[in-house]
């Protein structure tokens, strides 16, 4: 099927950088758009430009204090010691000019890619620059100052009123999403993650299932290290579709960070390109026969900006317009354009080349393993099915 499909974009997406040599790197998205334009599926017709987000807008997820520090920070009135309170000066998340006005336009953009959706004139909206998912109410974390998912899906909440599934698959927990709607029924998030064993932000444990009220509306997938295609396709797509069928949403939101792959270098999952072609087919498929369509995709991490993250997020465009996934060689004129600025040797095609990293030795381990968190994730809906119906009784 054809499918109306915006592309949320500005060239500013660039001026959210912490440092030189941080791995937060921006230059991710003009690269995965530059390769759209150059494979010939990206139009200035589907560009969707952005806005600022409003403190007001920001402030349904984040304090006005928090708010109010950032704008200082990125002033320079307040010191890192002043700002360690709220995440900001860290390793992580270091202080930089106009911080606050860099990461308002990302929440900007996510909710211009909402209202572009929800308004009905796009089947689906795509916003790579956001997908900041590890932000809280007072704090930054985790490379992000202000959580654009978590403030989209508030926004969706209090201006359409609709149910929201949010569906988070890069390789990090997506905490401050799940912790922000824990207790809300009309929101339900998966996240199907690297276990917090080795890996920040140490949650998304099988037993985060909800608070109160919200309780059976989250949903955690904390695989192995070393989880290659065919298991972390099996857990998303069982899981997935179970949890569609459950929870029955108006829209779908997806987090579409690209550092499940094997050469991200701050991850220890062994994904290829194969997944990040199955990922978006599933979430559309869904979204269609469940949501009307309705669909935003997310950015988020994704650490090997060369030779990952472009060709990860382009699919999710390819399939966003009802296409099929990309296949055979990259477009020659992006390679040359790239190559002189990359410290690595670009990929060639769209696919990895067969047997590009040593063959784990515990395969049939950790897919076991898998299985296991598999059923323990999806036994409260497995619980629900499995019981008598109710019958009208004296």
């Given at each position: 099927?054809?499918?109306?499909?915006?592309?949320?974009?500005?060239?500013?997406?660039?001026?959210?950088?912490?440092?030189?040599?941080?791995?937060?790197?921006?230059?991710?998205?003009?690269?995965?758009?530059?390769?759209?334009?150059?494979?010939?599926?990206?139009?200035?017709?589907?560009?969707?430009?952005?806005?600022?987000?409003?403190?007001?807008?920001?402030?349904l997820v984040h304090s006005r204090k928090y708010v109010d520090t950032v704008k200082k920070a990125g002033e320079g009135k307040l010191t890192e010691e002043e700002c360690l309170e709220f995440g900001i000066?860290?390793?992580?998340?270091?202080?930089?000019?106009?911080?606050?006005?860099?990461?308002?336009?990302?929440?900007?953009?996510?909710?211009?890619?909402?209202?572009?959706?929800?308004?009905?004139?796009?089947?689906?909206?795509?916003?790579?620059?956001?997908?900041?998912?590890?932000?809280?109410?007072?704090?930054?974390?985790?490379?992000?100052?202000?959580?654009?998912?978590?403030?989209?899906?508030?926004?969706?909440?209090?201006?359409?009123?609709?149910?929201?599934?949010?569906?988070?698959?890069?390789?990090?927990?997506?905490?401050?999403?799940?912790?922000?709607?824990?207790?809300?029924?009309?929101?339900?998030?998966?996240?199907?993650?690297?276990?917090?064993?080795?890996?920040?932000?140490?949650?998304?444990?099988?037993?985060?299932?909800?608070?109160?009220?919200?309780?059976?509306?989250?949903?955690?997938?904390?695989?192995?290290?070393?989880?290659?295609?065919?298991?972390?396709?099996?857990?998303?797509?069982?899981?997935?579709?179970?949890?569609?069928?459950?929870?029955?949403?108006?829209?779908?939101?997806?987090?579409?960070?690209?550092?499940?792959?094997?050469?991200?270098?701050?991850?220890?999952?062994?994904?290829?390109m194969n997944i990040f072609e199955k990922i978006p087919l599933l979430a559309h498929q869904l979204a269609h026969e469940k949501c009307e369509g309705k669909w935003i995709a997310l950015g988020g991490g994704?650490?090997?900006?060369?030779?990952?993250?472009?060709?990860?997020?382009?699919?999710?465009?390819?399939?966003?317009?009802?296409?099929?996934?990309?296949?055979?060689?990259?477009?020659?004129?992006?390679?040359?354009?790239?190559?002189?600025?990359?410290?690595?040797?670009?990929?060639?095609?769209?696919?990895?080349?067969?047997?590009?990293?040593?063959?784990?030795?515990?395969?049939?381990?950790?897919?076991?393993?898998?299985?296991?968190?598999?059923?323990?994730?999806?036994?409260?809906?497995?619980?629900?099915?499995?019981?008598?119906?109710?019958?009208?009784?004296?």
């Amino acid at each position: 099927m054809t499918c109306k499909s915006g592309f949320v974009y500005s060239p500013d997406v660039v001026n959210y950088k912490f440092q030189e040599e941080h791995p937060f790197n921006q230059t991710r998205v003009v690269m995965t758009k530059d390769l759209l334009d150059k494979a010939g599926t990206l139009s200035n017709e589907q560009i969707i430009t952005p806005r600022y987000a409003t403190d007001e807008e920001i402030q349904l997820v984040h304090s006005r204090k928090y708010v109010d520090t950032v704008k200082k920070a990125g002033e320079g009135k307040l010191t890192e010691e002043e700002c360690l309170e709220f995440g900001i000066g860290t390793e992580d998340t270091p202080i930089f000019t106009n911080m606050h006005e860099a990461s308002s336009l990302l929440v900007g953009s996510t909710l211009a890619a909402i209202d572009a959706v929800l308004d009905g004139d796009y089947d689906h909206a795509l916003n790579l620059g956001g997908g900041l998912h590890h932000g809280f109410e007072r704090k930054a974390s985790g490379f992000c100052i202000y959580n654009d998912g978590a403030v989209g899906i508030r926004y969706i909440r209090e201006q359409y009123g609709y149910r929201v599934l949010y569906v988070d698959t890069d390789a990090h927990h997506g905490d401050g999403v799940q912790w922000a709607f824990y207790d809300d029924p009309g929101v339900c998030t998966f996240s199907i993650h690297e276990t917090g064993r080795y890996l920040f932000p140490g949650t998304g444990n099988v037993n985060e299932r909800g608070l109160k009220e919200g309780y059976g509306y989250s949903f955690n997938l904390p695989i192995d290290a070393f989880t290659e295609d065919e298991s972390f396709l099996e857990l998303y797509e069982s899981a997935f579709t179970e949890i569609v069928n459950y929870f029955q949403p108006d829209v779908i939101v997806t987090q579409n960070g690209a550092d499940a792959h094997f050469l991200d270098p701050l991850t220890h999952l062994c994904g290829t390109m194969n997944i990040f072609e199955k990922i978006p087919l599933l979430a559309h498929q869904l979204a269609h026969e469940k949501c009307e369509g309705k669909w935003i995709a997310l950015g988020g991490g994704g650490y090997d900006i060369w030779r990952v993250v472009p060709r990860a997020w382009a699919q999710i465009w390819k399939i966003m317009l009802g296409e099929q996934p990309f296949k055979g060689k990259l477009p020659e004129d992006w390679r040359n354009h790239w190559q002189p600025k990359s410290p690595v040797t670009l990929p060639s095609t769209w696919h990895d080349v067969a047997n590009s990293y040593k063959a784990i030795p515990r395969k049939q381990e950790i897919t076991e393993k898998n299985a296991k968190v598999l059923e323990s994730c999806m036994q409260l809906i497995y619980n629900q099915k499995n019981m008598p119906s109710q019958k009208s009784g004296h």
